[in-house]
């Protein structure tokens, strides 16, 4: 029977920026500590609970005589993209020292199962335990319950995002709409809520305080993924304000013609600010660490693939909506093949490259595990 690995999964880092636990987390007694840790620093977070539970699940498999280990794996308070690459580069770390054949993963909500495809590209998942931590059946304090649920991401995607979505659209088209004070009454109000509900989801502040410490550090140790992202940013800025301005000037009758035009556009100028930005990342930590993390490389791949499967649809969209007078049928075909080439072309080479990726890993691991045995 294969070594089964019992993984806890922490996607915002809480282990990290409460406890100073340092992940991948590998072992029975540091992860025990870990969770202690944890618990101390802050007794109402549900990660530790979700540790403690799979060091229950490695004692249980241990006792049934099965080969078993069990791993801590976190990502960043920024949740999203950033905290995910950290995630896939911790678990290639720890597939090629543990060498597990199977995982149990263990989480305290959807958040964290976000992350579950990854997982499942690395090994094959035997089962998905959610921690579910229970709560006093007499609420004492609304207002506190509610603040601590703001704070959850998972009830800001949800359900605040929705809902911030729907006040600013309804506030926009009331103000926009007849002018009358009762208009003027309600949609003021709403649109305001809508963008205060909006910025809370972003997590604006702590956003822009995290982007400005970062690029002063990064000026200062002339880190070359800061500039990089500028670069990257002031493409989408450019063309964001040329795709804006070549749809005015084309004079469309209709708003969905003009926005599938300028879609059309603005999407070519997102694949050299993905290849700049995700470059600078792989650039930065060669030149720094001497070493290539390809997990850039093969995500910034699969992000223009994305990128070109996306100019194809708008492409059909436009077509079969009749915007795209003059274009025939062999045009609109030989036009598709030639996206759903390069698609198909990137999807190969970022499939090839994260084999070639986990195989070096693997290679390594095996390595080092010979010689700690010698």
Known sequence: ?????????????????????????????????????????DPEDSDSNSLFAAIKAYDELKAKGEPVEIAT??????????S?????????????????????MVSDGPEDEFVLPLLKGKLQVR??????VKQSERIEDTIYIIRKGMAKEEIRLYIITPLAFILLASGLLTITGTF?????????????LGLLFLLQVLQARE?????????????????????????????????????????????????????????AIFIWFIVPAIIIRLGGFFLDFWLRHKKAVWAYMYLALSWVAMVFLTGAGILLVRYFSGFLEGYGPDRIFNELMAYFAVTVGLAVGAALLYRYDREKKRVAGSLELAAEGH
Do not use: W
């Open 180 to 192: 009358t004070p009762q208009n003027m009454a309600y949609g003021i109000p709403a649109f305001g």
């Open 84 to 104: 995910d690459h950290k995630i896939s580069y911790q678990l290639g770390e720890i597939i090629s020292r543990v060498q597990p054949e199977s995982a149990i």
């Open 1 to 41: 029977m294969g070594k089964t690995l019992v993984l806890c999964v922490d996607r915002d880092n809480d282990f990290g920026t409460k406890a100073g636990v340092e992940s991948p987390v590998i072992g029975r007694r540091a992860n025990l500590r870990a969770a202690i840790k944890l618990g101390i620093a």
């Open 207 to 263: 956003r822009a305080e995290e982007m400005y410490i970062e690029l002063r550090e990064g000026m200062l140790a002339a880190r070359l993924s800061i500039f990089t992202s500028l670069i990257a940013f002031l493409f989408i800025f450019i063309g964001g304000a040329y795709s804006y301005q070549q749809t005015v000037s084309s004079g469309f009758p209709t708003a969905e013609e003009a926005s599938l035009y300028f879609t």
């Open 73 to 82: 794996v976190c990502g960043d308070p920024s949740v999203g993209d950033k």
């Open 127 to 132: 089962e998905v335990r959610r921690v579910v």
